[in-house]
C-alpha cells in the first residue's frame, strides 16, 4: 500500500466521522480514528509475534483474550448498529482499561482510560471500523505512515491545537539520530515530543543493541522520555512508540514550559535531547519567569529548557529558527552567550527554505552541542537548495542523500563545498552572533545558482529587518538600560603592555582610527627593545590621536603583538563593573571623546595619559546583560551591512546571467 493509498483512506475515514453527531469536532473524531488504527496495527504487531515465534519453535501468548482482538470484533458481520456501539462502550474499552500484569498492558489501560468518545451511528461506525480493517499495516514502512498522516492532518487542523508546530521530515530525524548515535542505557528526551517521531526512531536506533532480559527492561521502560502538552499528539505518541517495540513509553501530557527551568535537579536530566520545538509562538508573563532569560519567544524557552535539562556529557540536537541565531534582545543575546560559553556546540546545520512543507518560507537549523566544556570550534553546513530551485516543497521534498554531506562532516570530518568551521574567538569578535552565512556563495556565479542567491539576499534583508527593529524597540525603551551616576574608572583600568626588551618582537600591530588593529604597514624602528606587548584582553591607544578615535579592543590571539613604544596598553580588571566592549563604546563615542579631551594634557599637542585614563568618568550600566546584549546589536548590524553590498551585488549579477543566458541554468557542476 502506497503513502497517497493510505492517505485517502483515512481522508475517507474522516469524512464519514465528520458527519456523525458525536464526531463533528475535529478533535473527538482524531481522537476516535487514533485509537481505532491503534488496535488495528498493535494486531497486526501481535500477528507478526505469533508468526516469529511459530518460525523460533516457540509460544507467544498476545495480549488481548481472543474476543478482544481486532480481528474477531472488527469483522464479525453480527457486530453492527446499536450492539456494535453497546460493544465498544460496554466492553471493548472497560476491558481495555482494566488491562495489567505487565509494563504493556499497563501502558495501554492508561491510554484507554483516557479514551471516552465513540460515534453516536453504530452504522457509521462499522464503515469506519471497514475501512480501517482495509490498511495493510504488516509492513513496518506503513507503521512509519501512520505517523506522518496523523502529524500532517493534525499539523492542518488549528483548531485540534497544533497551530504554530512544524511536521519534522523523517530524513532530517533519521539524519538527527545518526550523528547523536544514541546508545542502549542513554536516556533519550524530546520535551515537545507530537507523535514521538524522534523517539520512535531513536527506538529503531537502539533496539538492535538488546540482547539480554535487563537490556530489554531498559529499552523498554528506561529509555524514551517525552512530554507533549496536546492531547491527540500525546495519545499518538506513546501508541506510536508501542507500535515500535517499546513496551512501556515514558510520555507524559503536560506543558513543558510551565515547569520551572531554573530548578531541575540532576536527577531529573537526561542523556540526549532530540527535538523540534513549536517556534513562532508566544508565551504568557507567569510561563517566561520559568527561565533564567525571559521572552515570549516559544523557541528561546524551549532552548533554555534543554540547556536545563541536559546532563553532564549530554548530547543534544535541535531544530531552530535563523532568529536565534542573531536576534539581539538581551534574552535571545544572553542565552547565546550561555550556549557558547557553558556547553560545547559542535555544529550548526544551515537548511533552505521549504524544507518544513507547513512553512515553506521558515529558514531552519540543526543545532547540536553537548554540555562539558566551552565551545571551541562550529562546524557549519549549508545544505544546497534543490538543483534549478529557489527551494524545496511538498513536490520537491528533501531527501536522504541531500543530507549525505551533513553526516560525512559531523561523523568523520569529510568536507565538502558546503562545509566549513568558525572559532570560538571569531563569534565573540562578531557579537555572538552565530548567523554565519555560507563562504561558499560569493563564489558561485553561474546563472544556475540565481534563485539560491536571491534567496539569500532576501534571508539578509529580512536579517538586517529584524535587527534594526530590535535596535528602534531598544531606543523606545530605554529603561531597560540603566546607568548608575559618572565614576571615575580610576582602579578598575591597570596598565600592561610589558616592554620587549631583549626579546624580539614577532609581528608589529597598528591602530586604525576606525578602532581595529591591523598590521603594522611600516618599518619598525632598529631598536625594539621599548615595543609594548599587546595581548588578548588589552586595550591599546595613540595618546595624541586618541580623541578621534584611535583605540582599539584586543579580543583574540590572531591580533596579539608589538605596538609602538609610544603608545599605552591597559586592560580592566577582574573587578570591574562593565564589559571591555561597553568601555570601548563609550570611548569612542561623544560623550567619551569629550572625557579624554579635559583628561588629556599638553601645551602644543595634546596627549591621553594613563593617569588621565583612570580620571576619566563613565556612567556603569545597572544591568550588565542589558548593555551587552545592546551592543552585540550594535555589532550585528555593522556587520550585515558590511556584507550586504556583497550579497545583493552577487545575486544581482546571477540574476542577470539567467536573464541574458537562461541555458546556463541546466546544469551546475558539483550540484
Known amino acids: 500500500m502506497t503513502l497517497s493509498e493510505l492517505q485517502a483512506k483515512i481522508k475517507s475515514a474522516s469524512d464519514k466521522m465528520r458527519a456523525d453527531d458525536n464526531t463533528k469536532n475535529a478533535l473527538k ?121 496523523y ?18 521530515p523523517r530524513p532530517v530525524v533519521e539524519s538527527m539520530v545518526r550523528i547523536i548515535d544514541p546508545k542502549l542505557g542513554e536516556s533519550v528526551y524530546d520535551p515537545c515530543c507530537g507523535s514521538a517521531g524522534f523517539l520512535v526512531s531513536s527506538a529503531t536506533h537502539v533496539k538492535p543493541l538488546v540482547k539480554t532480559k535487563e537490556q530489554a527492561a531498559t529499552f523498554n521502560s528506561a529509555s524514551f522520555y517525552g512530554q507533549e502538552s496536546g492531547e491527540i499528539a500525546a495519545l499518538v505518541g506513546t501508541m506510536n512508540l508501542i507500535l515500535h517495540g517499546v513496551e512501556d513509553p515514558q510520555i507524559v501530557r503536560r506543558n513543558t514550559l510551565e515547569q520551572d527551568a531554573r530548578n531541575i535537579s540532576p536527577n531529573e536530566q537526561v ?19 520559568n527561565f533564567p532569560s525571559r521572552s515570549a519567544a516559544t523557541e528561546l524557552l ?12 549530554g548530547r543534544a540536537a535541535i531544530v531552530l529558527p535563523d532568529g536565534i541565531l542573531y536576534r539581539a534582545e538581551t534574552a535571545f543575546s544572553t542565552v547565546r552567550r550561555r550556549l557558547l560559553n557553558e556547553f560545547n556546540v559542535t555544529a550548526i546545520v544551515r537548511l533552505p527554505t521549504g524544507v518544513f512543507p507547513t512553512a515553506a518560507d521558515t529558514r531552519t537549523n540543526l543545532i547540536f552541542f553537548s554540555k562539558g566544556g566551552r565551545t571551541e570550534r562550529v562546524k557549519y553546513y549549508q545544505v544546497p537548495s534543490p538543483l534549478g530551485k529557489r527551494s524545496y516543497s511538498k513536490t520537491n521534498p528533501l531527501t536522504a542523500d541531500t543530507l549525505a554531506g551533513v553526516e560525512a562532516w559531523l561523523q568523520d570530518g569529510i568536507a565538502d563545498e558546503y562545509a566549513w568551521e568558525v572559532d570560538y574567538d571569531t563569534i565573540v569578535e562578531r557579537g555572538y552572533d552565530l548567523d554565519i552565512p555560507w563562504p561558499g556563495a560569493g563564489e558561485i556565479s553561474d546563472a544556475s ?88 584582553g ?42 571591555p566592549e561597553y568601555l570601548l563604546m563609550f570611548l569612542k563615542s561623544e560623550q567619551g571623546r569629550v572625557e579624554i579631551d579635559r583628561e588629556s594634557r599638553g601645551a602644543v599637542r595634546r596627549r591621553l595619559y594613563m593617569d588621565g585614563v583612570r580620571k576619566i568618568k563613565m556612567p556603569i550600566p545597572g544591568d550588565r546583560e542589558s548593555w551587552a546584549a545592546l551592543i552585540s546589536s550594535f555589532t550585528s548590524v555593522r556587520r550585515h551591512l558590511r556584507e550586504l553590498p556583497t550579497v545583493s551585488f552577487g545575486a544581482l549579477s546571477s540574476f542577470e546571467a539567467a536573464v541574458l543566458d537562461p541555458r546556463d541554468s541546466v546544469d551546475t557542476p558539483g550540484r
Open 449 to 536: 545558482a540565481a534563485g539560491e542567491r536571491i534567496e539569500s539576499l532576501r534571508a539578509q534583508l529580512a536579517t538586517l529587518l529584524e535587527l534594526t527593529d530590535a535596535l528602534s524597540a531598544s531606543h523606545g525603551d530605554l529603561d531597560s538600560y540603566p546607568l548608575s551616576p559618572a565614576v571615575e574608572l580610576a582602579g578598575w583600568v591597570v596598565e600592561t603592555g610589558r616592554r620587549a626588551g631583549s626579546q624580539v618582537p614577532d609581528r608589529f600591530v597598528g591602530v586604525s582610527n576606525e578602532g581595529g588593529l591591523t598590521p603594522f604597514k611600516g618599518a619598525p624602528a632598529k631598536d625594539t627593545s621599548r615595543y609594548r606587548e599587546l595581548r588578548p
Open 271 to 289: 542523556s540526549i535531547i532530540l527535538t523540534n520545538p513549536p517556534f513562532g509562538g508566544t508565551e504568557n508573563p507567569q510561563v517566561q519567569q
Open 151 to 168: 502529524e500532517s492532518l493534525l499539523a492542518q487542523t488549528a483548531d485540534a491545537g497544533w497551530s504554530g508546530e512544524f511536521y519534522t
Open 538 to 579: 588589552d586595550f591599546v591607544f595613540n595618546p595624541m590621536r586618541v580623541n578621534v578615535g584611535s583605540i582599539a579592543l584586543c579580543r583574540r590571539e590572531e591580533e596579539a603583538g608589538w605596538v609602538s613604544p609610544d603608545y599605552t596598553v591597559f586592560r580592566l580588571s577582574g573587578d570591574a563593573p562593565f564589559d
Open 29 to 149: 473524531y482524531l481522537e476516535q480514528l487514533t485509537w481505532l488504527l491503534f488496535l488495528k496495527v498493535f494486531d497486526s504487531v501481535e500477528e507478526e509475534r505469533q508468526t516469529f515465534a511459530q518460525i523460533d519453535g516457540t509460544t507467544y501468548r498476545p495480549l488481548f483474550r481472543e474476543k478482544y482482538r481486532w480481528g474477531n470484533w472488527a469483522r464479525s458481520r453480527d457486530l453492527t448498529g446499536d450492539k456494535l456501539i453497546t460493544f465498544v462502550s460496554d466492553d471493548l474499552l472497560p476491558y481495555l482499561r482494566g488491562l495489567s500484569g505487565s509494563p504493556r498492558a499497563e501502558r495501554i489501560a492508561a491510554i484507554f482510560a483516557e479514551i471516552r468518545t465513540v460515534m453516536k451511528s453504530g452504522y457509521s461506525l462499522k464503515e469506519v471500523v471497514a475501512i480501517v480493517d482495509s490498511i495493510n499495516f504488516h509492513a513496518m514502512d506503513n507503521h512509519h505512515a501512520m505517523s506522518v498522516i
Open 302 to 313: 524551549f532552548l533554555q529548557h534543554c540547556m536545563a535539562k541536559l546532563r553532564d556529557n
